[in-house]
């Protein structure tokens, strides 16, 4: 969706490069829409300590994981760990901006801290989260970077209010139970 964004633009407003980093395999696909951007796809295991031999003057971290086991202890370390490489890179490159697009899912229509009927699974996802943007925070604020906490909501799509890893299904319940939107 990011991509396709971009190549809307104007050629004028465009990037001159894009570093496109990613831990699964990468898509095999065709660029033509950017015309004279460079793009480089590169893939890494994020949860090892960044070493990317670029620096670029912006970044944004897409960092979503909404997989059915994105409540689970793995899941949540991992995130952690992408979260700390992210911050150290950063302070190494001192890009103008950040922009980490965080879970929207750590908030929803119960109170985090104390509640006996928040699971242990969604607690670590929400401490993991918490957790990576304190971080990424922090590693701005001693490099003079520009930081952005972006919270990403999840709307579309058929099976939405059957996906319980979404705050917004939580939302949407909610108001229907309740005649109420709690957020």
């Given at each position: 969706s990011f991509l396709d964004y971009l190549s809307s633009l104007p050629v004028q407003n465009r990037p001159k490069e894009l570093y496109l980093a990613n831990r699964r395999p990468l898509v095999d696909r065709k660029f033509n829409q950017f015309g004279d951007t460079k793009i480089h796809q590169i893939q890494a295991d994020l949860e090892l300590p960044w070493n990317f031999d670029f620096r670029v003057s912006h970044v944004l971290n897409l960092a979503a994981d909404g997989s059915s086991t994105s409540y689970s202890i793995e899941s949540a370390r991992s995130f952690t760990n992408i979260g700390k490489n992210l911050a150290?890179?950063?302070?190494?490159?001192?890009?103008?901006?950040?922009?980490?697009?965080?879970?929207?899912?750590?908030?929803?229509?119960k109170p985090i801290a104390g509640n006996s009927?928040?699971?242990?699974?969604?607690?670590?996802?929400i401490s993991s989260r918490l957790q990576s943007e304190e971080f990424i925070t922090n590693s701005c604020k001693e490099g003079d970077v520009r930081s952005v906490i972006a919270r990403l909501f999840t709307f579309?799509?058929?099976?939405?209010?059957?996906?319980?890893?979404?705050?917004?299904?939580?939302?949407?319940?909610?108001?229907?139970?309740?005649?109420?939107?709690?957020?």
């Amino acid at each position: 969706s990011f991509l396709d964004y971009l190549s809307s633009l104007p050629v004028q407003n465009r990037p001159k490069e894009l570093y496109l980093a990613n831990r699964r395999p990468l898509v095999d696909r065709k660029f033509n829409q950017f015309g004279d951007t460079k793009i480089h796809q590169i893939q890494a295991d994020l949860e090892l300590p960044w070493n990317f031999d670029f620096r670029v003057s912006h970044v944004l971290n897409l960092a979503a994981d909404g997989s059915s086991t994105s409540y689970s202890i793995e899941s949540a370390r991992s995130f952690t760990n992408i979260g700390k490489n992210l911050a150290q890179w950063v302070k190494q490159i001192s890009p103008n901006v950040l922009v980490h697009a965080s879970s929207g899912a750590c908030f929803g229509i119960k109170p985090i801290a104390g509640n006996s009927n928040v699971s242990q699974d969604k607690s670590k996802f929400i401490s993991s989260r918490l957790q990576s943007e304190e971080f990424i925070t922090n590693s701005c604020k001693e490099g003079d970077v520009r930081s952005v906490i972006a919270r990403l909501f999840t709307f579309i799509g058929p099976q939405l209010l059957s996906k319980k890893q979404y705050a917004v299904s939580s939302f949407i319940n909610d108001a229907v139970s309740n005649g109420v939107i709690n957020v």
